[in-house]
C-alpha cells in the first residue's frame, strides 16, 4: 500500500490540482502515424495528415493508472478510434469528427480501456 504523500503527490505529477477543480491543462496536438499517437499528457487534440477519416488504433506511452482525454484537432479530418484493436478496448467504434466531441480513457498499463465519450 503506497503512503498517501506519494500518492498525492503523482496527482499532482499528472494533474494541475487547484482548490477548486481539476485542470488536464492546455492540450497539444498530436498527429496520427501508423494508426497511432504517443501521449505526452492527459490532454491532447488529434489530428491526421489527410483530410477524411484516419483510424487510431494505438496509444503509446502512459503508465498504468493515467486518464486521457482526447478529441479531434480538426472537423474537417474524422478521427476513427478503432475498438479491440491495437491496446484500445472501447465500448465500440468511435467517430471524432466535431471539434467538441471527446473520449476519455484509463490506461491499466497494457491497453487503453475507454470510460466515456461524447459525441457534440
Known sequence: MRPLGIIAGRIKQLFRV?????SLGTPTTLMVVGGAVTVTKSFHTIDAPTTGTTNLTNINGGQQGNLLVIRPADDAKTISVRDNTGNLRLAGNCNLDQLLDTMTLLYDGSVWIEL???NN
Open 18 to 22: 487547484t482548490t477548486e477543480c481539476l
Open 116 to 118: 466515456c465519450r461524447s
